[in-house]
Nanobody
Framework: QVQLVESGGGLVQAGGSLRLSCAVS????????MGWFRRAPGKEREFALA????????YYADSVEGRFTISRDDAKNTVYLQMNSLRPEDTGVYYC??????????????????WGQGTQVTVSS
């Protein structure tokens, strides 16, 4: 049974930092590209970042580049999202997702086969 379990969300003041984790089980983690998506209140889910299955390539949405960092630890089957300089507009539910191998479109939700349940991040002004 494949499981993706996010953790680390919470309430933080603007300018602060949070680190999210996504623990993965039930698949060969090192074969999968990992992505983070987010859904702001009243908006559709959107791409935030991704890291290739090899870990050699990362992809960022313009809205988070320079502030957020994605990394992976294949020994722990975990992907991380380090969020710095948080803004109120970063508020939302953050989801991790797994897509097999190299993806055609790292931003596309349909490329990812497995999803976590999400963790809430709230940034107060």
């Amino acid at each position: 049974q494949v499981q993706l379990v996010e953790s680390g969300g919470g309430l933080v003041q603007a300018g602060g930092s949070l680190r999210l984790s996504c623990a993965v089980s039930g698949l060969t983690f090192s074969d999968y590209t990992m992505g983070w998506f987010r859904r702001a209140p009243g908006k559709e889910r959107e791409f935030a970042l991704a890291i290739s299955w090899s870990g050699h390539s990362t992809y960022y949405a313009d809205s988070v580049e320079g502030r957020f960092t994605i990394s992976r630890d294949d020994a722990k089957n975990t992907v991380y999202l380090q969020m710095n300089s948080l803004r109120p507009e970063d508020t939302g539910v953050y989801y991790c997702a797994a897509g097999y191998g190299a993806l055609h479109d790292y931003h596309g939700e349909n490329e990812y086969e497995w999803w976590g349940q999400g963790t809430q991040v709230t940034v107060s002004s």
